[in-house]
């Protein structure tokens, strides 16, 4: 069974950066498939973030891209979200997901439960 | 960016009652579309895909229909589980995106 596991500080300061990890278990990312972030801020509906392959190929969201970098540690199984700049705009529940495909044009099939982080100084 | 945009934005209903959301795109976007229920503080959860592929473990009262731009979910008998937020999000081009949710309360 797959398990994925957001970890990161919860409370991130105007300007920063927000860091963000997911652990993966269950399966290795380096057998395939695209792994991805997906945001969501406080009753509001779900923005995609970015997304990597194991290889290292990633892509953003347009919306995001210029502050955005995602990547990958396949030694440790886990993935990695960097957003710079944050503002109030940035707080939000960050999930990280596995893809169902070896194709960035996928959905989601397994996710994680999901960390808050609040932007404010 | 292909935009989503699903009706009604909340509905309330019975429990047995059949149920209907409507997914519409911007764009025609050829089946490349899957279905998700989110419960309140949970992640979401993948019940479709390809506008209307069952995924594994999903009860068969939902159902998932739809070509080009419009797509629709339907519940056919609701239960009391299925109380959630229900979103659609297109995979035919990045970004990938969402619609905005279907809020399906107890009447």
């Known amino acids: 069974q797959v398990q994925l596991q957001e970890s990161g500080p919860g409370l991130v300061k105007p300007s920063e950066t927000l860091s963000l990890t997911c652990a993966v278990s269950?399966?290795?990312?380096?057998?395939?498939?695209?792994w991805g972030w997906i945001r969501q801020p406080p009753g509001k509906g779900l923005e995609w973030i970015g997304s990597?392959?194991?290889?290292?190929?990633?892509y953003y969201n347009p919306s995001l891209k210029s502050r955005v970098t995602i990547s990958v540690d396949t030694s440790k199984n886990q993935f990695s979200l960097k957003l710079s700049s944050v503002t109030a705009a940035d707080t939000a529940v960050y999930y990280c997901?596995?893809?169902?495909?070896?194709?960035?044009?996928?959905?989601?099939?397994?996710w994680g439960q999901g960390t808050l982080v609040t932007v404010s100084s | 960016d292909i935009q989503m945009t699903q009706s009604p934005s909340s509905l309330s209903a019975s429990v047995g009652d059949r149920v209907t959301i409507t997914c519409r795109a911007s764009q025609g976007i050829s089946n490349s579309l899957a279905w998700y229920q989110q419960k309140p503080g949970k992640a979401p959860k993948l019940l479709l895909y390809?506008?209307?592929r069952l995924e594994s473990g999903v009860p068969s009262r939902f159902s998932g229909s739809g070509s080009g731009t419009d797509y629709t979910l339907t519940i056919s008998s609701l239960q009391p589980e299925d109380f959630a937020t229900y979103y659609c999000q297109q995979y035919y081009s990045t970004p990938l995106t969402f619609g905005q949710g279907t809020k399906v309360e107890i009447k």
């Open positions: 990597i392959y194991h290889s290292g190929s990633t």
């Open positions: 390809a506008a209307s």
């Open positions: 269950g399966y290795s990312i380096s057998s395939g498939y695209y």
């Open positions: 997901a596995k893809f169902d495909t070896a194709m960035v044009l996928g959905y989601f099939d397994y």
